[in-house]
DNA sequence: CCAATAGTTCGGCTATGGTCGAAGTATGAA
DNA sequence: TTCATACTTCGACCATAGCCGAACTATTGG
């Protein structure tokens, strides 16, 4: 009976607007200083201080420091998905706000989830990739061998991503469109080639724009966003 | 910028003890009474109440009046499987408590996840159906004309499930053995066929126990549950 | 009808914790 | 060395919200 409490703490921490706001202004994987993270919640530096200090505590961030600054980022990838799963829950559980703006659409069209690509297009690559026999959709996923051969087409170094500790593929919940999407190491090599390849661009937050020829690759690629 | 709060306050509303100890109380699926709630969280009857009138406002849980007593629920396996997920963090989070007792280890071995099996036959059970070929790893899990013989053949009624609107397969991740196992419709299904036919039995809590000739039927059809 | 059980509502107490001002430390620049 | 920036720590204030006692409603059983 001692199990409640255990995940009442790592809630409570969640649950506080300032922290709920750093959070999500780390969505995107970036690491940013503590005034940067204080603007965004709305919040003076003390007291982005003294909270990021909890949440570091509780792993959910970790630190490092360059010259006078401390930049703070998520501890992991799985912090981001419980948030976006949260995310889903507390739009089913219909506490969605109406305010659906234009940076709403966008969001829903392209953004960072993290390190990797979520929203359709998001869904799109990973649907796109399944189809094609690219991954097989495993309780984990895997690569299959066309899929390693059209990666490193793409110009990733699968043996370099495998080395690592972190899985290759990770199916990822996306709140927005309720389907999963790739993350994983891949799905964040994916991501940062398609940048490099000035596919997508990074705006402000966590909003991915897809330039004209962006659009195109990707649809020749994985096929179109829309469902 | 808006997007922090929502997500806070879902977080907030499972980030007091009370209403986490009442959550985790209800994570077995069953619908229980508001005394017993009070009970479980450890305090009285009133505040319970107004607990539960928040957690059913934000639809995180559904009531049924049944004479003069007030059913609970969750209201839906999503909700069990946010509540899984940020049990996994907590724990990775180091907020584990050391006290590991008896019960425990029981729970690790198996335990309901809402409605379906799960821990270490958990993943076990979605392992073998895998290897066996009965269930291919997509992206959502889906049944093969093989594994719709088997689990016709268990006694489970396929057609009826896959009138639901409720997915038929659907990997939920297992927070002690961080992989998934097979939550769904069918998950359901074949958990409850286990506790007709007297494979496993439930115990106080979350806790299922295999009964002999359970664990060898188990073993017989999905493989042993040892890693 | 009355008594008992189950649950809700109300009101007031209290504590936890978020907030910021002010003062203190560390790093870099002039 | 001196000043400025970036951040942390301390202390005090204050609001939110959890909690329970008491009174109220509803259902059942005798």
New interface residues.
């Given amino acids: 009976?001692?199990?409640?409490?255990?995940?009442?703490?790592?809630?409570?921490?969640?649950?506080?607007?300032a922290?709920?706001?750093?959070?999500?202004?780390l969505m995107d994987g970036r690491a940013l200083t503590v005034s940067e993270l204080a603007e965004?919640?709305g919040v003076t530096l003390q007291t982005a201080s003294g909270h990021l200090s909890k949440l570091e505590a509780?792993?959910?961030l970790t630190a490092e420091k360059q010259g006078r600054h401390r930049y703070y980022r998520l501890s992991g990838p799985?912090?981001a998905?419980?948030?976006e799963?949260?995310?889903?829950?507390?739009?089913?559980?219909?506490?969605?706000?109406v305010?659906t703006g234009p940076k709403d659409a966008a969001l829903r069209s392209a953004r960072t989830c993290y390190d990797h690509l979520a929203g359709e297009r998001g869904v799109a690559l990973?649907?796109g990739a399944?189809r094609q026999g690219l991954i097989?959709?495993?309780?984990?996923?895997?690569l299959t061998d066309k899929g390693r051969a059209f990666f490193a087409a793409f110009g990733i170094d699968l043996a370099a991503l495998e080395k690592g500790r972190r899985p290759v593929c990770r199916?990822c919940l996306d709140w927005s469109e309720r389907?999963?999407h790739l993350g994983g190491a891949l799905g964040a090599a994916v991501l940062s080639r398609m940048i490099e390849r000035q596919w997508v661009r990074r705006e402000s937050?966590r909003v991915l724009t897809f330039t004209r020829e962006g659009a195109d690759g990707f649809d020749a690629a994985f096929g179109p966003a829309a469902r």
Avoid: H, W, Y
Avoid at 19 to 25: G, K, M
Avoid at 85 to 91: D, E, K, N, P, V
Avoid at 136 to 142: C, F, V
């Fill in positions: 009976m001692k199990e409640g409490p255990v995940i009442a703490s790592v809630a409570a921490l969640l649950g506080d607007p922290r709920a706001n750093i959070l999500t202004a965004a919640a509780a792993n959910l799985d912090v998905e419980v948030l799963a949260l995310m889903g829950l507390a739009q089913r559980t219909g506490a969605t706000r305010r990973l649907r399944q097989e959709d495993g309780q984990d996923l895997a199916a389907r999963s937050g």
